[in-house]
C-alpha cells in the first residue's frame, strides 16, 4: 500500500507548506506528496516552488499550464497524481488542514484490512476568523461503520449531509475508485464544488463507504475559506477569487432553486449536477420541504443584513418558513438540554472548570501530566496557538458515536472491526 497525498493549493503558499510539513513529519517510506500549485501570484510560487524542491524524492510539485477553476484544476492534478505508479490509495488535502500527529499511520493500518474500500474520516476545526481564537474539537469513538451508499443518496435527498460522506478531502481513496468513476462519468471532478461531485460520483458507483469515527485532520485559516465567506455572506479575497474563477456560469445553477445563497445550497447544487449527469436511478428527488427548512436554518447563518433579508423573503416566496429571529440558537440549546439534561450538566461544568481564566492552571496541570477535558471555552492568541494545545492534549475518546447518531437504521449502518476488518 502506497498513500499518495494531493494538495491542491491557490495563494496559500504558506498554508501550503504547513500542510507538506505535517505529511512528512510521519516519516512514513509508503507516503508521497504531491503539490499542485494553482497560484496567480508570483512570489509565491517561487516561494513554494522552492520550498518543495528542497524536500527532494517525497515531495513532487507541479504546476497546471495556466491557472484554472477548482474543479478543471482538481481534476488535472489527479491525472498528474495517478502517474506515480506505486500509489495505490489517495487523497486531497486542503492547504487549510493539517493531519494531526501519527494520524497517517493510523488510517494505513485500518487502511490495509479493507484495502478496496472507500474510507472516510471527520476533522476538528480552529476558528480563527474571530477573535480569541477556539478550537472546536468533536467527539469521536475510534469505532468504524460501513454505509451502505444508496442510504447516504437518500439522506442528500433530503439536504441531510453527514461528515462519512466520501468528499476527497476527508477520504482514502483507492485508485480503482478514480478509475471506475472516470469511465462512468468522462473524468473525475467536474461542476463548481469539485469535493461534493466527486461524493455524489462516487456513492453512485459503490455499495458501501467506512466511516472510521476519528477527526484526524485540523482546520484553520477560515479567513481565507472560500466556504466560509459564502457562509457568512461576505466575501473575502479568495471567496471573490473563487467567484471570478466561474466566470459567467452562475452559482448553483443545477440546484433545486439556484438563488439560495447557503452552504447546503452549494451541496445540493452537487446533488443535482451528478444526478442529472448519472440517470442511474439511484438518486430520489430532492424532498422539497426539507430542502427549505436545510435553506431556513443555513439563511440565518449569514451575518451580511441585507443579504439575510433579501433570503429571508426569497425562502418565503417558495413557500418555506424563516426562523425565528433571535430564538434560533437559543431554542436549539433549551430543546437539547431538555432531551439530555445530565449531558447538559456535564457541558456547564465543563465550562465552568476549563475556560480562558482557567487555561493557565490547566498549562501547568498539564506539565504533571493532567491533561485537561475539552472544552470550546478556552482562548488563544492565534491557530498556531490552538495547534499546539490540540497536539499536546487531543481529545479523549468517547463510547457514543456522536457524530452519526442520527443514522439509527441498522439495516443500513453497521459496525466493522477495525482488527479484522470484519462486520462485528
Known sequence: MHF???IPTRNRAKLAMNSVRAVLAEKLPNVSVMVSDNSTQADGVAELSAFCHRLGAPVRYVQPPAPAAMAPHF??????????????????????????????????????RLPGKVFSYDHDLIDDFHRPVRLHEFRWSGRLVEVDAPYLLELAAKSEHPPCNPRILNSFIPRAIFDAVRSRFGNVFDSISPDFCFCYRCLDIVDSIVYWDRSILLNYAYDRSNGAGYLRGIDSADSADFQKQLGSSPMNRDALIPEFHTIT???????????????SGRFPEVDRASYLRAMARDIEDIEEPRLRAAQRELLVREGGTPMPVGKTRLGAQVQKALKDPLRTARQVARRTLVNSRTQPLWQRAGEMGIAPPSSVWLEFASADEA?????????????????????RDREHVREVSPETGARA
Open 75 to 112: 481534476e488535472w492534478a489527479i491525472q498528474q497524481a495517478m502517474q506515480n505508479e506505486k500509489a495505490t490509495h489517495f487523497t486531497y488535502l486542503s492547504d487549510r488542514m493539517v493531519f494531526r500527529p501519527g494520524s497517517i499511520r493510523q488510517l494505513m493500518k485500518i487502511g490495509s
Open 4 to 6: 499518495q497525498v494531493v
Open 387 to 407: 495547534l499546539q494545545w490540540t497536539y499536546r492534549f487531543p481529545r479523549r475518546p468517547t463510547r457514543q458515536l456522536r457524530r452519526l447518531d442520527f443514522m
Open 265 to 279: 445550497n452549494a451541496v445540493m447544487n452537487e446533488y443535482c449536477f451528478v444526478k442529472k449527469e448519472s440517470k
